[in-house]
């Protein structure tokens, strides 16, 4: 894949590939446990990466960049990707939660079913049903001399353990023989220990630099109910064990972790390297390999945290469109494609650091821009009347508009609409006194320095030049009807058009065909970039203002029937306003809701 830009992972994989170091790979255990595969014995040559997600919650864009990364090498290198659910922690786990990651990851645009050489591959796993295998390889491990049980009270073990620069002290458990472990060790399977009454741990180093590799617990007892192995255990495995183990009996080549886990590696190695002696695995094991983890500005990337907004209704689901998960950036707008140019575009390194959120944001108007149809919406209506429109076009006349579905494509076609004496148009786009600057709509005036100046001459946008003349307010002073005359012979299109010229261009909607729209603006959900930046609680730096609902006036082309109707999850351009996506969930043809994607330009704090 000479297109791609390589990165320190790619490297790894076309050396190993290069020296054919899995090609050679010889199963070691029971054919029984291979059998795990969907294929039965895998191909031993491909390169074979999984993504590992915790059924605990909805998976967030950072996940989205693990899973871009691991399938998109098993992709580029002909090889596989392995789905699995690591869901060897009884309690947290949800059905619901392992269908949304299904199809978090199916929507990204993989599939963990694999047909490259002509046997389907059905490589979606779930770590419970090891549970068998890896109470085996923890007999082996007693067996062997590299593992007892421990019955110290979970203080005395933490102060043994030592610090950092501190060796630990040995546990009086730990000279226990292989037969005493093996007897205790049943028992805790047994039910015959209480909770937290014993662990086992593998023995390796309490004096080892390392802390992770002073004799680190691999099992304990739990009596919890597991979703899929029900009440069959009391004991469970802890991650850092359970882990490796995953990865070797899918027989998966290059294990791709956050850094986080770096000085779990070599844990990691001890682990496999053991049960390779022991023939329970293949060889060569696979290898863990570390990558920074996303970090995205204004967001939280971490299941527990958004799941905690989730649940004080500090937002509106899982899938609110201000939420950085996969479900909420989908219903926000979100492509698969500009999802996948961001992945590429932060690509991987080995130290953390923080991406800017306007980096996504810019990858999903780079991804919309060119396919996006065009349409007018006018989201803070104001009236615009057309004083003149009776004696120039004619009383109760219509003037017929078109415009370009897409600007560079048009073989797309044309949207229409009309024009009539009353327009709906942006607040914003008329002011009283502009500033300097301001070349939208504003009336005759004294400036500053007491000149008089004339009112404004603006184009509607595929519409006529008109002149500015004033505006109607109420009794409070709020301006509710702006006026204006139409310049005649300057429609767009026609042989004046060009006559009069303009500094200023502003969108609108006919009155008379607009279509009422609910639109939803959001901003970011957090007000400082790192939000919790300095230790504070993030929920100090919600931004209480994330979410503006308008009702708008979009154009009629929008509608059933219309040459860019907008369905469910449609994508658009409005037209100096930004990208805007008909919500998955609440759109209806008869009641069309509009949700901000991405605006125009990076304006967020300007
Ligand atoms: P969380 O803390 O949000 O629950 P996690 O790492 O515990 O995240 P898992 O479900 O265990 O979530 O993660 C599945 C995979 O996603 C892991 O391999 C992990 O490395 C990866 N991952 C999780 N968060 C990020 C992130 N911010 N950037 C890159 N990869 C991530
Ligand atoms: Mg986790
Ligand atoms: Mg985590």
């Not at 351009?573 to 998955?584: I, K, L």
């Amino acid at each position: 894949e000479a297109h791609k830009p390589s990165n320190f992972l790619r490297q790894i994989i076309e050396k190993d590939l290069a020296e054919g170091t899995y090609a050679a790979r010889r199963w070691g255990g029971s054919p029984g446990d291979a059998a795990h595969h969907a294929s039965g014995q895998p191909d031993p040559a491909k390169v074979r990466l999984r993504f590992p997600p915790e059924p605990n919650g909805y998976l967030h864009v950072g996940h989205a960049k693990s899973i871009c990364l691991n399938f998109g090498l098993a992709r580029d290198y002909g090889g596989v990707c392995h789905l699995r659910f690591d869901d060897t922690n009884p309690e947290k786990e949800d059905t619901e939660y392992v269908d949304s990651i299904k199809d978090a990851v199916q929507w990204l645009g993989f599939d963990w079913k694999n047909n490259t050489s002509g046997a389907v591959e059905t490589n979606l796993y779930q770590a419970s049903d090891y549970f068998d295998f890896m109470y085996r390889a923890a007999e082996y491990l007693i067996d062997a001399g590299h593992a007892y049980v421990d019955e110290q009270s979970a203080d005395e073990m933490r102060i043994n353990r030592g610090d950092f620069g501190k060796p630990g002290t040995d546990s009086p458990f730990r000279s226990r023989t292989p037969a005493e472990n093996l007897a205790r060790f049943r028992e805790m399977r047994d039910g015959q220990l209480l909770d937290g009454a014993a662990v086992l741990r593998a023995k390796i180093d309490m004096a080892s630099p390392n802390i992770n590799m002073r004799d680190p617990a691999i099992y304990r007892i739990r009596r919890a109910h597991h979703h899929n192995t029900g009440d069959k255990w009391c004991i469970y495995p802890m991650y850092t064990y359970a882990h490796p183990i995953e990865d070797a009996l899918e027989q998966i080549t290059h294990s791709i972790c956050t850094l986080e886990f770096e000085d779990q590696r070599p844990f990691y190695d001890w682990l496999l390297d053991r049960l390779a002696e022991g023939g329970l695995i293949a060889t060569p094991h696979p290898r863990q390999y570390e990558f920074a983890r996303l970090n995205l500005t204004y967001v939280l990337t971490s299941k527990r945290k958004l799941a905690q907004l989730v649940n004080e209704n500090r937002v509106n689901g899982w899938d609110d469109p201000r939420m950085p998960t996969i479900v909420g950036l989908r219903r926000r707008g979100y492509t698969p494609e500009a999802i996948q140019l961001f992945a590429e575009r932060i690509g991987v390194t080995k130290s953390d650091s923080w991406i800017d959120y306007s980096t996504l944001e810019g990858c999903l108007r780079e991804t919309l821009d060119g396919s996006a149809p065009r349409a007018m919406a006018v989201l803070d209506p104001v009236k615009l009347v057309l004083t003149n429109w009776d004696e120039v076009m004619g009383a109760g006349m219509l003037d017929d508009c078109s415009a370009p579905i897409h600007p560079h494509h048009p073989e797309l076609g044309k949207r229409e609409f009309k024009i009539g004496k009353e327009v709906w148009i942006d607040r914003s786009d008329y002011e009283e006194t502009p500033p300097k600057g301001f070349f939208r709509l504003f009336p005759p005036h004294l400036n500053a320095s007491k000149q008089a100046i004339a009112g404004s001459k603006v184009r509607l946008k595929y519409g006529h030049v008109i002149e500015c003349t004033g505006a109607v307010k109420d009794a409070e002073g709020r301006i509710i009807e702006v006026q204006a005359k139409l310049l005649p012979d300057t429609k767009s299109g026609t042989p004046g058009a060009d006559s009069v010229k303009v500094k200023g261009v502003i969108t609108w909607v006919g009155v008379n065909d607009a279509v009422p729209a609910e639109v939803r603006l959001y901003e970011r959900l957090f007000r400082e970039a790192q939000p919790e930046g300095g230790g504070v609680d993030f929920l100090t730096n919600l931004n209480a203002d994330s979410l503006k609902v308008m009702t708008a006036y979009v154009e009629p082309s929008l509608a059933s029937g219309g040459a860019i109707e907008a369905k469910a999850d449609d994508k658009f351009q409005f037209e100096r306003h930004g990208y805007f996506v008909a919500d998955r969930v609440d759109h209806a043809a008869g009641r069309p809701v509009f949700n901000l994607a991405v605006g125009l330009k990076d304006s967020w704090g300007k």
